[in-house]
Nanobody, 124 residues
Framework: QVRLVESGGGLVQAGDSLRLSCAVS????????VAWFRQAPGKEREFVAV????????NYADSVKGRFTISGDNAKSTVYLQMSNLKPEDAALYYC?????????????????WGQGTQVTVSS
């Protein structure tokens, strides 16, 4: 089973930057893509960004394009989400997830494994 552990969340002010990390272990050879999702209180979990394990493909939600960047370090088996110019609406519990699909996925049901989440709070 694949295990994913998020870290790096915290409290920041609007306009600040933050980098989240997702450590992947336990079966990475079956992992073809890792994504970030977020969920705010009272809202459904929404797609943020996805990256193929080999780094060839990536995709972003329109709301974060130009502000967030997904990257990875295969030697460390870690995927990152660099967030800049954070806005209050970015506040949420951020999850990383993995899938064996090679077609670029963006839906919750398309992912097989999930981390526990890391909280990002943005104050104005």
């Amino acid at each position: 089973q694949v295990r994913l552990v998020e870290s790096g969340g915290g409290l920041v002010q609007a306009g600040d930057s933050l980098r989240l990390s997702c450590a992947v272990s336990g079966g990475i050879f079956s992992t073809y893509a890792v994504a970030w999702f977020r969920q705010a209180p009272g809202k459904e979990r929404e797609f943020v960004a996805v990256r193929s394990w080999n780094g060839y493909n990536s995709n972003y939600a329109d709301s974060v394009k130009g502000r967030f960047t997904i990257s990875g370090d295969n030697a460390k088996s870690t995927v990152y989400l660099q967030m800049s110019n954070l806005k209050p609406e970015d506040a949420a519990l951020y999850y990383c997830a993995s899938t064996s699909r090679i077609v670029n996925p963006t839906r919750v049901y398309e992912f097989d494994y999930w981390g526990q989440g890391t909280q990002v709070t943005v104050s104005s």
